[in-house]
């Protein structure tokens, strides 16, 4: 039973650090847009083919 005494205390802080964690990302912009990350992965990046160095041709 004296456990209860030191677990609540300790969840309650830790509930209390969440809280103000969550908060401070909804003020940082963090869940501002969330459709356009998921959609950036799907386009292609071209990237030209590096050209050939003269001495690789030797």
């Known amino acids: 039973m004296n456990i209860l005494?030191?677990?609540v205390p300790i969840s309650l802080l830790l509930?209390?650090?969440a809280?103000?964690?969550f908060?401070?990302?909804v003020r940082r912009g963090?869940?501002?847009d969330l459709d356009t990350?998921?959609?950036d992965?799907?386009?292609d990046d071209e990237r030209p083919a590096p050209a050939p160095?003269?001495?690789d041709k030797t």
Do not use: H, N, S, Y
């Open 41 to 43: 992965m799907l386009g």
């Open 53 to 55: 160095d003269a001495k």
């Open 23 to 25: 908060l401070w990302a």
């Open 15 to 17: 509930l209390l650090a």
């Open 5 to 7: 005494l030191a677990l």
């Open 37 to 39: 990350p998921a959609l």
């Open 19 to 21: 809280i103000l964690a």
């Open 30 to 32: 963090q869940f501002d």
